[in-house]
């Protein structure tokens, strides 16, 4: 074990990045969950709207289009979440693969550079769906 001890302290070294990168995706699963539960939220007012029978015939229009506007955002905010928790799985894999290569004293290079563009592209995804998200949100017109 104490040939490895080197190995593992820069192994240590080396994934502080990945650590402070998994530290930025659970903020932004904390932002995106905040958003899907935001929407959530205003679709089931507009579903009680909906419901009562005092409620004006000339908006229910509205309020199904605006309805069918939320679900998409729902829909958009669920799957950015889901890229962000991939990436997240990928950015411990990594880590858990550069320890394993240090304890077994094995070049496991390739691994890691794969999990961590894998974990780059899952980020991509989630931001560019989070973007999707907030455009969504800004272009619904919204009933009283």
Known sequence: METHVPDILRVI??????VFLL???????NALSVRLGRAVDRRRILEEKLRDPAFPAADAGAARGELARIGRRIEVVYLSIFAAVICALFVCLLIAVAFLGAFLASDLSRTVAILFVLAMVALIASLLLFMREIYLAVSTPRLA
Request: charged fraction near 0%; charge should be neutral.
């Open 13 to 18: 070294q080396l994934v502080v990045a990945p």
């Open 23 to 29: 530290t930025a995706v659970g903020t932004l699963i």
